[in-house]
């Protein structure tokens, strides 16, 4: 199994980063995906999940309305558009493969700063 993440990197607070998870290694249509994030200091907390027909999403509180979580069940990729960031998102962001065993992608960092 492999998770690799991808498109992190830096922002200014409002603008739009598109995080993208390519997925290897196991029938990808067949399971629940997740993001989620770390900041330094933090624990790691759930950001969105996707079903795996992408027909059911959910989100943090935090960032409700402003990301965005998708799956290409061709591609085998999974998604996060992150709108209005802020600096509170800053963090490195992670892909997660649900069911069992769990697997995690080495994560991407996003930070959000002026």
């Known amino acids: 199994v492999q998770l690799v993440e991808s498109g992190g990197g830096l922002v200014q607070p409002g603008g739009s980063l598109r995080l993208s998870c390519a997925a290897a290694?196991?029938?990808?249509?067949?399971?629940?995906m997740t993001w989620f994030r770390q900041a330094p200091g933090k624990e790691r907390e759930l950001v969105a999940g996707?079903?795996?027909?992408?027909?059911?999403?959910n989100y943090a509180a935090s960032v409700k309305g402003r990301f965005t979580i998708s799956r290409d069940n061709v591609k085998n990729t999974v998604s996060l558009q992150m709108n209005s960031l802020k600096p509170d998102d800053t963090a490195v962001y992670y892909c997660?493969?649900?069911?069992?065993?769990?697997?995690w992608g080495q994560g991407t960092q996003v930070t959000v700063s002026s």
């Open positions: 997660r493969r649900g069911g069992f065993p769990v697997y």
């Open positions: 290694g196991f029938t990808f249509s067949n399971y629940d």
């Open positions: 996707i079903s795996t027909n992408g027909r059911s999403t």
